[in-house]
């Protein structure tokens, strides 16, 4: 920290060197940690208050306490959008819910900086003019979007950033990648000696920019040499709803294990199954993605692979901050590493 102090001949200020907290300790005769937890406000230790007046006292002196004023005095004011794209989805689930919260949480470590957050739904009313008008700095897309939808939010100059599992190419993305976690499905399944593997989920991509997982079924099929059935694969947006209603064609085909693109898909599978009283795991197995909080207490529990959601977010906000005060001229991908977590949709022993 630079320090000033006047020269009492000609009263005029003049620069002195870098202030560090081991100058003050030195003068105070306390070691560094001391003085960093005083000056920091860390109550986790009981420090005297006679050790922390002469803290303050020495600090002020060399000018530490002024600098550090005027610089928290002048934050840096940034306003975030989260903008929730997701396709036929109105409000954020809970998989979106998380990320958010690591949006919000990494702000925490930016205290020179007064970052405020809005969230945008593309199904609000005014959602276009509210983003347009909204003076943003950063925009977060969140979920899967419409290319006409995306070209327009392109067209604001907003700096944009993705996070979720199906990047954007173009701009910064923090992704954990569904299409690569969707041949994972297809690898642990075949390792137990399931033959034939169904796929629930977005199959036809028309005007979505961002969907790849059943792009990552498909390489599955391809690595573990399982021949493609097209009366396997059902085309569904990511419901519970949806997962009861169209469920039932694909069990006609006879599948001896379903890959759920999400697990709000899966939890309306797993219904319908029981419904009609098909045995999970020993008839149907059934597989998720995502790891959503409801998936662990389900009966049976369901078998998904865990996403870092609130990593994806934290990280999402740094990305896109060290952008903003660094810029640059290329896009960055930071893709954070899913995990499988095997539980009772698909846990049977002894099954050929």
């Known amino acids: 920290m630079i320090a000033y102090r006047k020269d009492k001949g000609t009263g005029k200020n003049f620069t002195m060197k870098k202030v560090l907290l081991s100058d003050i300790a030195r003068e105070c005769g306390l070691s560094v940690s001391t003085v960093s937890r005083v000056l920091s406000g860390d109550d986790s230790r009981r420090i005297r208050q006679e050790t922390r007046d002469l803290i303050y006292r020495k600090a002020e002196e060399l000018g530490y306490i002024r600098e550090r004023i005027s610089r928290l005095s002048k934050k840096e004011s940034i306003r975030v959008a989260t903008l929730f794209l997701s396709d036929h989805e109105s409000l954020p689930s809970p998989f979106f819910s998380e990320i958010i919260d690591g949006i919000k949480t990494a702000s925490a470590s930016y205290p020179d900086a007064d970052i405020s957050f809005t969230l945008l739904s593309l199904y609000d009313s005014d959602f276009y003019r509210n983003f347009s008008e909204g003076g943003f700095d950063i925009a977060i897309i969140l979920g899967r979007v419409r290319k006409d939808v995306l070209r327009r939010i392109r067209e604001s100059g907003v700096q944009l950033i993705y996070a979720g599992l199906n990047g954007i190419e173009g701009m910064d993305q923090v992704i954990s990648d ?90 309306g599978v797993i219904r319908l199954l029981q419904d009609r009283g098909i045995s999970i795991p020993g008839e149907i197995a059934v597989t998720g993605f995502d790891n959503i909080e409801a998936s662990a207490y389900l009966k049976p529990s369901l078998t998904t692979f865990d996403v870092p959601k609130q990593e994806l977010g934290r990280f999402a906000l740094k990305a896109a901050l060290d952008r903003r005060r660094n810029p640059r001229d290329y896009s960055i991908r930071i893709e954070l590493p899913f995990r499988l977590i095997e539980r009772e949709s698909t846990k049977e022993d002894g099954h050929v």
């Open 178 to 267: 569904a299409r690569s976690g969707c041949a994972a499905a297809v690898a642990y399944l075949a390792s137990k000696g399931r033959k034939r593997i169904a796929f629930m989920g977005p199959a036809e991509k028309q005007d979505l920019e961002n969907e790849y997982r059943y792009e990552g079924y498909l390489e599955g099929l391809k690595r573990c040499g399982i021949p493609f059935d097209s009366s396997l694969v059902e085309d569904c947006y990511l419901s519970a709803e949806e997962g009861r209603e169209k469920a039932a064609r694909i069990i006609a085909s006879h599948p001896d294990a379903i890959i759920c693109a999400n697990d709000n898909l899966a939890l």
